[in-house]
Protein backbone atom coordinates (compact mmCIF):
# COMPACT_ATOMS: atom_id res chain seq x y z
CA UNK A 1 0.00 0.00 0.00
CA UNK A 2 1.40 3.39 -1.09
CA UNK A 3 2.01 5.52 1.82
CA UNK A 4 -0.92 8.53 2.10
CA UNK A 5 0.62 11.85 3.26
CA UNK A 6 -1.28 15.07 3.44
CA UNK A 7 -0.98 18.70 1.38
CA UNK A 8 -0.96 22.08 3.63
CA UNK A 9 -1.83 25.12 1.01
CA UNK A 10 -0.90 28.44 2.72
CA UNK A 11 -2.91 31.43 1.98
CA UNK A 12 -0.86 34.05 3.79
CA UNK A 13 -3.33 37.42 3.62
CA UNK A 14 -5.98 38.61 6.56
CA UNK A 15 -7.84 41.63 6.63
CA UNK A 16 -5.97 42.83 9.74
CA UNK A 17 -2.47 41.64 11.46
CA UNK A 18 -3.76 40.53 14.97
CA UNK A 19 -1.33 41.57 17.67
CA UNK A 20 -0.70 38.91 18.68
CA UNK A 21 0.29 37.01 15.31
CA UNK A 22 3.77 35.93 14.37
CA UNK A 23 2.43 33.62 11.25
CA UNK A 24 3.81 34.60 7.75
CA UNK A 25 0.44 36.75 7.26
CA UNK A 26 -0.09 40.18 5.34
CA UNK A 27 -3.37 42.55 6.16
CA UNK A 28 -4.43 43.60 2.86
CA UNK A 29 -8.27 44.23 1.43
CA UNK A 30 -7.66 42.76 -1.98
CA UNK A 31 -5.53 39.95 -1.66
CA UNK A 32 -3.24 38.91 -4.96
CA UNK A 33 -5.67 37.78 -7.85
CA UNK A 34 -2.74 35.89 -9.05
CA UNK A 35 -1.42 34.09 -6.42
CA UNK A 36 -3.88 31.14 -6.54
CA UNK A 37 -2.39 30.13 -10.03
CA UNK A 38 0.82 30.12 -8.70
CA UNK A 39 -0.22 27.69 -5.94
CA UNK A 40 -1.57 25.35 -8.84
CA UNK A 41 1.40 25.84 -10.79
CA UNK A 42 3.88 24.76 -7.24
CA UNK A 43 1.22 21.94 -7.22
CA UNK A 44 2.49 20.40 -10.82
CA UNK A 45 6.07 21.08 -10.01
CA UNK A 46 5.86 18.71 -7.11
CA UNK A 47 3.69 16.58 -8.64
CA UNK A 48 5.70 15.65 -11.23
CA UNK A 49 8.68 14.17 -8.48
CA UNK A 50 8.86 10.59 -8.07
CA UNK A 51 7.84 11.15 -4.31
CA UNK A 52 4.77 12.66 -5.05
CA UNK A 53 3.73 10.09 -8.03
CA UNK A 54 4.54 7.25 -5.39
CA UNK A 55 1.81 8.49 -2.70
CA UNK A 56 -1.51 9.10 -2.09
CA UNK A 57 -3.20 12.11 -0.31
CA UNK A 58 -5.50 11.50 1.93
CA UNK A 59 -5.52 15.15 3.56
CA UNK A 60 -5.63 18.77 1.68
CA UNK A 61 -5.60 21.82 4.42
CA UNK A 62 -5.94 25.00 3.06
CA UNK A 63 -4.88 27.57 5.93
CA UNK A 64 -3.92 31.11 6.71
CA UNK A 65 -3.73 33.60 6.89
CA UNK A 66 -7.55 33.82 6.00
CA UNK A 67 -8.24 31.63 2.95
CA UNK A 68 -11.87 32.76 2.99
CA UNK A 69 -10.64 36.55 2.19
CA UNK A 70 -10.65 34.85 -1.57
CA UNK A 71 -14.39 34.63 -2.70
CA UNK A 72 -15.94 31.27 -3.94
CA UNK A 73 -15.05 32.21 -7.67
CA UNK A 74 -11.41 32.22 -6.78
CA UNK A 75 -11.44 28.94 -4.03
CA UNK A 76 -13.31 26.69 -6.08
CA UNK A 77 -10.94 26.50 -9.46
CA UNK A 78 -7.71 26.29 -6.40
CA UNK A 79 -9.42 22.96 -4.75
CA UNK A 80 -10.24 21.22 -7.89
CA UNK A 81 -6.59 22.35 -9.32
CA UNK A 82 -5.49 20.54 -6.57
CA UNK A 83 -7.54 17.79 -6.74
CA UNK A 84 -7.19 17.00 -10.81
CA UNK A 85 -3.53 17.09 -10.17
CA UNK A 86 -2.56 15.11 -7.36
CA UNK A 87 -3.84 11.34 -6.52
CA UNK A 88 -6.11 11.82 -3.39
CA UNK A 89 -8.24 8.78 -1.49
CA UNK A 90 -11.74 8.67 -2.64
CA UNK A 91 -12.84 10.73 0.39
CA UNK A 92 -9.90 13.05 1.55
CA UNK A 93 -10.31 15.08 4.40
CA UNK A 94 -10.12 18.81 3.36
CA UNK A 95 -10.41 21.55 5.69
CA UNK A 96 -10.33 25.58 5.06
CA UNK A 97 -9.78 27.80 7.86
CA UNK A 98 -11.64 31.20 7.97
CA UNK A 99 -12.51 33.84 10.16
CA UNK A 100 -15.97 34.80 10.86
CA UNK A 101 -16.38 38.09 9.18
CA UNK A 102 -15.07 36.86 5.63
CA UNK A 103 -17.54 34.21 5.89
CA UNK A 104 -21.40 34.17 4.37
CA UNK A 105 -23.82 31.33 3.42
CA UNK A 106 -23.62 31.32 -0.02
CA UNK A 107 -19.28 31.22 -0.05
CA UNK A 108 -19.75 27.82 2.66
CA UNK A 109 -22.31 26.58 0.52
CA UNK A 110 -20.22 26.86 -2.30
CA UNK A 111 -17.30 25.41 -0.81
CA UNK A 112 -19.46 22.66 0.72
CA UNK A 113 -20.20 21.92 -3.15
CA UNK A 114 -16.50 22.43 -4.05
CA UNK A 115 -15.75 19.38 -1.77
CA UNK A 116 -14.90 21.04 1.33
CA UNK A 117 -16.18 18.98 4.38
CA UNK A 118 -13.81 20.33 7.38
CA UNK A 119 -14.89 24.19 8.63
CA UNK A 120 -12.34 25.90 10.95
CA UNK A 121 -13.29 29.06 12.54
CA UNK A 122 -10.75 31.07 14.14
CA UNK A 123 -13.33 33.08 16.67
CA UNK A 124 -10.94 33.19 19.82
CA UNK A 125 -13.58 35.00 21.79
CA UNK A 126 -17.04 35.91 21.91
CA UNK A 127 -15.89 38.91 24.30
CA UNK A 128 -15.98 42.45 22.07
CA UNK A 129 -13.36 43.48 24.81
CA UNK A 130 -11.57 41.20 24.54
CA UNK A 131 -10.95 40.79 20.93
CA UNK A 132 -10.88 44.45 20.47
CA UNK A 133 -7.42 44.18 23.29
CA UNK A 134 -5.79 42.07 21.02
CA UNK A 135 -6.61 43.77 17.45
CA UNK A 136 -9.00 41.09 15.91
CA UNK A 137 -11.59 42.36 13.16
CA UNK A 138 -13.90 39.99 14.09
CA UNK A 139 -17.03 40.74 16.63
CA UNK A 140 -19.04 38.41 18.43
CA UNK A 141 -22.23 38.59 16.58
CA UNK A 142 -20.19 37.69 13.23
CA UNK A 143 -19.05 35.08 15.21
CA UNK A 144 -22.58 33.82 16.39
CA UNK A 145 -23.72 34.37 12.62
CA UNK A 146 -20.76 32.49 11.34
CA UNK A 147 -21.57 29.66 13.37
CA UNK A 148 -24.78 29.78 12.17
CA UNK A 149 -23.89 29.79 8.17
CA UNK A 150 -22.08 26.95 8.67
CA UNK A 151 -25.09 25.07 10.18
CA UNK A 152 -27.33 26.14 6.94
CA UNK A 153 -24.28 24.67 5.02
CA UNK A 154 -24.42 21.49 6.49
CA UNK A 155 -20.95 21.47 7.81
CA UNK A 156 -20.84 19.11 10.12
CA UNK A 157 -17.28 18.91 11.23
CA UNK A 158 -16.61 22.72 12.08
CA UNK A 159 -13.67 23.48 14.46
CA UNK A 160 -13.65 26.69 16.57
CA UNK A 161 -10.58 28.07 17.50
CA UNK A 162 -10.48 29.64 21.37
CA UNK A 163 -7.49 31.46 23.21
CA UNK A 164 -7.21 31.51 27.08
CA UNK A 165 -4.81 33.38 28.58
CA UNK A 166 -5.27 36.86 27.02
CA UNK A 167 -5.05 40.13 28.31
CA UNK A 168 -7.92 41.38 31.05
CA UNK A 169 -9.67 37.46 30.61
CA UNK A 170 -10.37 36.04 33.51
CA UNK A 171 -11.68 33.00 34.40
CA UNK A 172 -15.51 33.56 34.45
CA UNK A 173 -14.77 35.25 31.08
CA UNK A 174 -13.11 32.08 29.44
CA UNK A 175 -15.64 29.93 30.58
CA UNK A 176 -18.34 32.12 29.12
CA UNK A 177 -16.71 31.81 25.74
CA UNK A 178 -16.31 27.75 26.01
CA UNK A 179 -20.14 27.70 27.35
CA UNK A 180 -21.44 30.01 23.95
CA UNK A 181 -19.19 27.86 21.79
CA UNK A 182 -20.61 24.31 23.26
CA UNK A 183 -24.36 25.70 22.18
CA UNK A 184 -22.90 24.74 19.10
CA UNK A 185 -21.99 21.43 19.37
CA UNK A 186 -19.07 21.93 17.39
CA UNK A 187 -17.36 18.46 16.42
CA UNK A 188 -13.66 19.90 17.40
CA UNK A 189 -12.60 22.50 19.74
CA UNK A 190 -8.94 23.87 19.89
CA UNK A 191 -7.94 25.87 23.01
CA UNK A 192 -4.63 27.85 22.35
CA UNK A 193 -2.93 29.51 25.41
CA UNK A 194 -1.63 32.43 24.18
CA UNK A 195 2.21 32.98 23.95
CA UNK A 196 3.69 36.20 23.11
CA UNK A 197 5.40 35.81 19.96
CA UNK A 198 8.74 37.96 19.32
CA UNK A 199 7.61 40.66 16.94
CA UNK A 200 4.54 41.06 17.73
CA UNK A 201 2.74 44.13 18.94
CA UNK A 202 1.71 42.48 22.31
CA UNK A 203 4.94 41.08 22.77
CA UNK A 204 6.30 45.00 22.58
CA UNK A 205 3.55 45.77 24.67
CA UNK A 206 4.78 43.74 27.30
CA UNK A 207 8.42 44.54 27.20
CA UNK A 208 6.92 48.32 27.55
CA UNK A 209 4.88 47.32 30.79
CA UNK A 210 2.13 48.33 29.09
CA UNK A 211 0.07 44.56 29.17
CA UNK A 212 -1.15 42.46 31.71
CA UNK A 213 -1.62 39.16 31.48
CA UNK A 214 -3.10 36.60 33.57
CA UNK A 215 -0.75 35.05 36.20
CA UNK A 216 0.23 31.71 35.56
CA UNK A 217 -1.55 29.44 37.62
CA UNK A 218 -4.86 31.53 36.62
CA UNK A 219 -4.34 30.05 32.95
CA UNK A 220 -3.26 26.83 34.56
CA UNK A 221 -6.89 26.95 36.28
CA UNK A 222 -8.37 28.00 32.99
CA UNK A 223 -6.56 25.09 30.92
CA UNK A 224 -7.71 22.65 33.97
CA UNK A 225 -11.30 23.59 34.28
CA UNK A 226 -11.80 23.82 29.78
CA UNK A 227 -10.67 19.88 30.30
CA UNK A 228 -12.75 19.14 32.98
CA UNK A 229 -15.69 21.33 31.07
CA UNK A 230 -15.09 19.25 27.56
CA UNK A 231 -14.61 15.83 29.32
CA UNK A 232 -18.43 15.96 30.77
CA UNK A 233 -19.62 17.26 27.44
CA UNK A 234 -18.21 14.01 25.80
CA UNK A 235 -14.74 15.42 24.05
CA UNK A 236 -11.97 13.42 23.92
CA UNK A 237 -8.85 15.41 24.79
CA UNK A 238 -6.16 14.04 22.02
CA UNK A 239 -3.77 16.86 21.83
CA UNK A 240 -2.35 19.53 23.93
CA UNK A 241 -4.41 22.09 22.65
CA UNK A 242 -7.50 19.96 20.82
CA UNK A 243 -10.34 18.12 21.99
CA UNK A 244 -12.92 16.01 19.69
CA UNK A 245 -16.10 14.67 19.25
CA UNK A 246 -15.23 10.69 19.16
CA UNK A 247 -13.77 10.03 15.66
CA UNK A 248 -13.72 13.87 14.78
CA UNK A 249 -9.95 14.06 15.03
CA UNK A 250 -8.18 16.46 12.58
CA UNK A 251 -6.48 13.87 10.37
CA UNK A 252 -4.51 16.44 9.12
CA UNK A 253 -2.64 17.41 12.08
CA UNK A 254 -2.09 14.14 12.91
CA UNK A 255 0.09 13.70 10.02
CA UNK A 256 2.09 16.22 11.69
CA UNK A 257 1.99 14.96 15.25
CA UNK A 258 3.17 11.98 13.66
CA UNK A 259 6.14 12.91 12.41
CA UNK A 260 4.96 12.32 8.95
CA UNK A 261 5.43 13.46 5.32
CA UNK A 262 3.49 16.01 3.58
CA UNK A 263 3.95 18.86 0.87
CA UNK A 264 3.58 22.57 1.64
CA UNK A 265 2.36 24.91 -1.23
CA UNK A 266 2.46 28.43 -1.24
CA UNK A 267 4.16 31.29 0.20
CA UNK A 268 6.53 30.47 3.44
CA UNK A 269 5.19 26.89 3.30
CA UNK A 270 7.18 23.74 4.16
CA UNK A 271 7.18 20.47 3.03
CA UNK A 272 8.39 17.23 4.58
CA UNK A 273 9.35 14.73 2.10
CA UNK A 274 10.13 11.54 4.30
CA UNK A 275 13.07 13.94 6.22
CA UNK A 276 13.96 16.08 3.56
CA UNK A 277 12.45 19.39 4.27
CA UNK A 278 11.91 22.31 1.70
CA UNK A 279 10.70 25.40 2.78
CA UNK A 280 9.56 28.11 0.43
CA UNK A 281 9.88 31.61 0.15
CA UNK A 282 8.08 33.95 2.34
CA UNK A 283 7.06 36.84 0.62
CA UNK A 284 4.43 36.19 -1.46
CA UNK A 285 5.76 38.76 -4.64
CA UNK A 286 8.53 36.75 -4.55
CA UNK A 287 6.95 33.52 -4.82
CA UNK A 288 5.00 34.44 -7.55
CA UNK A 289 7.76 35.91 -9.64
CA UNK A 290 10.02 32.85 -8.93
CA UNK A 291 6.85 30.71 -10.69
CA UNK A 292 5.88 32.87 -13.22
CA UNK A 293 9.56 32.86 -14.63
CA UNK A 294 9.34 28.75 -14.37
CA UNK A 295 11.59 28.79 -11.10
CA UNK A 296 10.97 26.38 -7.66
CA UNK A 297 10.39 28.49 -5.03
CA UNK A 298 12.64 27.01 -2.67
CA UNK A 299 14.30 29.22 -0.09
CA UNK A 300 15.94 26.41 1.63
CA UNK A 301 16.64 22.90 1.62
CA UNK A 302 17.11 20.71 5.13
CA UNK A 303 17.73 16.88 5.55
CA UNK A 304 17.26 16.19 8.91
CA UNK A 305 19.82 13.55 10.62
CA UNK A 306 18.93 10.63 12.56
CA UNK A 307 19.23 12.51 15.92
CA UNK A 308 17.41 15.47 14.87
CA UNK A 309 14.69 13.54 13.48
CA UNK A 310 14.91 11.52 16.64
CA UNK A 311 14.05 14.52 18.85
CA UNK A 312 11.47 16.07 16.84
CA UNK A 313 9.34 12.76 16.77
CA UNK A 314 9.77 12.75 20.22
CA UNK A 315 8.35 16.35 20.74
CA UNK A 316 6.00 16.48 18.08
CA UNK A 317 4.56 12.59 19.24
CA UNK A 318 4.10 14.01 23.05
CA UNK A 319 1.73 16.76 21.83
CA UNK A 320 -0.89 13.95 21.40
CA UNK A 321 -2.15 12.90 24.71
CA UNK A 322 -1.47 9.11 24.64
CA UNK A 323 2.38 9.67 23.77
CA UNK A 324 4.64 8.01 22.44
CA UNK A 325 5.52 4.05 21.99
CA UNK A 326 9.12 3.43 23.09
CA UNK A 327 9.29 0.38 20.94
CA UNK A 328 8.60 2.26 17.92
CA UNK A 329 11.00 4.72 18.44
CA UNK A 330 13.71 2.25 18.98
CA UNK A 331 12.98 0.56 15.58
CA UNK A 332 13.02 3.62 13.61
CA UNK A 333 15.54 5.28 14.97
CA UNK A 334 17.79 2.81 16.87
CA UNK A 335 17.33 5.32 20.26
CA UNK A 336 15.28 5.02 23.45
CA UNK A 337 14.39 7.98 25.11
CA UNK A 338 15.92 6.59 27.90
CA UNK A 339 19.14 6.46 26.79
CA UNK A 340 19.04 9.83 24.78
CA UNK A 341 17.84 11.85 27.18
CA UNK A 342 18.40 10.73 30.48
CA UNK A 343 18.66 12.73 33.46
CA UNK A 344 16.41 15.26 31.57
CA UNK A 345 13.61 12.57 31.91
CA UNK A 346 13.96 11.54 35.28
CA UNK A 347 13.70 15.83 36.74
CA UNK A 348 10.59 15.45 34.26
CA UNK A 349 9.06 12.41 36.17
CA UNK A 350 9.76 13.20 39.53
CA UNK A 351 8.74 17.15 38.80
CA UNK A 352 5.29 15.04 37.83
CA UNK A 353 5.62 16.64 34.62
CA UNK A 354 6.38 13.49 32.51
CA UNK A 355 4.86 9.94 32.53
CA UNK A 356 7.03 6.94 31.55
CA UNK A 357 7.57 3.24 31.37
CA UNK A 358 8.17 0.34 29.51
CA UNK A 359 6.08 0.83 26.76
CA UNK A 360 4.85 4.18 26.63
CA UNK A 361 6.06 8.30 27.32
CA UNK A 362 3.06 10.96 28.06
CA UNK A 363 2.85 14.46 29.26
CA UNK A 364 1.00 13.97 32.94
CA UNK A 365 -1.97 15.71 33.06
CA UNK A 366 0.29 18.55 34.08
CA UNK A 367 2.56 18.73 32.22
CA UNK A 368 0.17 18.91 29.29
CA UNK A 369 -0.97 22.01 30.95
CA UNK A 370 2.58 23.17 30.81
CA UNK A 371 3.63 21.46 27.43
CA UNK A 372 5.51 24.14 25.63
CA UNK A 373 8.18 23.93 29.25
CA UNK A 374 8.24 20.88 29.05
CA UNK A 375 8.90 20.31 25.47
CA UNK A 376 11.20 23.17 25.03
CA UNK A 377 13.34 21.17 27.54
CA UNK A 378 13.37 18.21 25.28
CA UNK A 379 14.53 19.60 22.14
Known amino acids: MRERVGIYVHIPFCLSK ?9 PCL ?36 TPTIYPAATLKPLLSGLREIFNFVPAP ?18 LRQAGVNRLSIGIQSFNDD ?17 LAWA ?10 DLIYGLPGQSMQSFAADLTLALEFAPAH ?39 ATLGRAGYEHYEVANFCRPGRQC ?22 LSGLRISNVASPGRYQRQLNSGQAPYAEVEALGRAASFRETVIMGLRRCQGVKIAELKQRFALTPQGYYQEILDELVVDGLLLIDQERMALSQRGLALANQVLHRLV
Open 18 to 26: CAYCAFASW
Open 30 to 65: RPPSLYPAAILAQARQMAALPWSRDRVFSTLFIGGG
Open 93 to 110: EITIESNPNTLSLDLLQS
Open 130 to 146: LLKGVGRSHTRQEALQA
Open 151 to 160: GKAEFTNVNI
Open 189 to 227: LALYQLTLEEGTVLARAMADQQLHLPEEDQVIEMELAAQ
Open 251 to 272: RHNLNYWQNGSYLGLGAAAVSC
